[in-house]
């Protein structure tokens, strides 16, 4: 087993945490739709579902890094799966490729630095 640098090693899971709480800021626009409280906590909380599972995936990263390769490129495909089903049903927009860019391609980005990481550590 070799010695990974540090920078392989920590890159990966402060991007994956910045990641996720970059995700969960999405929950927040649940405050200003005027709903009860019981609404807004369900609304909260599944709004937040993503941000939970990425949050369990960046923890068990930590030591599995495979895990992490795996998910968040998974994660990247599901998103830009979903914004071509938008595309096809409201039409194409151009933003939209700016939007799979912010969210796929950091995805994909901290997958492959986890996918390096499992790499270098099995050499």
């Known amino acids: 087993m070799s010695k990974v640098p540090r920078w392989i090693y920590w890159t990966p899971r402060i991007a994956g945490i910045l990641f996720t709480l970059f995700?969960?800021?999405?929950?927040?626009?649940v405050f200003g739709n005027n709903l009860t409280f019981w609404q807004?906590?369900?609304a909260f909380l599944m709004h937040n579902i993503p941000t939970f599972l990425l949050a369990l995936t960046v923890g068990f990263s930590w030591?599995?890094?495979?895990?992490?390769?795996?998910v968040f490129i998974l994660a990247g495909?599901?998103?830009?799966?979903s914004i071509l089903i938008t595309a096809v049903s409201n039409g194409f927009e151009w933003y939209y490729l700016a939007w799979a860019l912010q969210i796929s391609g950091i995805a994909?980005?901290?997958g492959i630095l986890f996918l390096i990481n499992w790499k270098k550590k099995k050499v």
Do not use: Q
Not at 23 to 29: M, T, V
Not at 77 to 81: E, G, K, N, R
């Open 23 to 29: 995700i969960g800021l999405f929950s927040l626009d």
């Open 40 to 42: 807004t906590v369900v």
């Open 63 to 70: 030591h599995y890094e495979i895990v992490g390769g795996v």
């Open 77 to 81: 495909i599901a998103y830009l799966v």
């Open 108 to 110: 994909f980005f901290i």
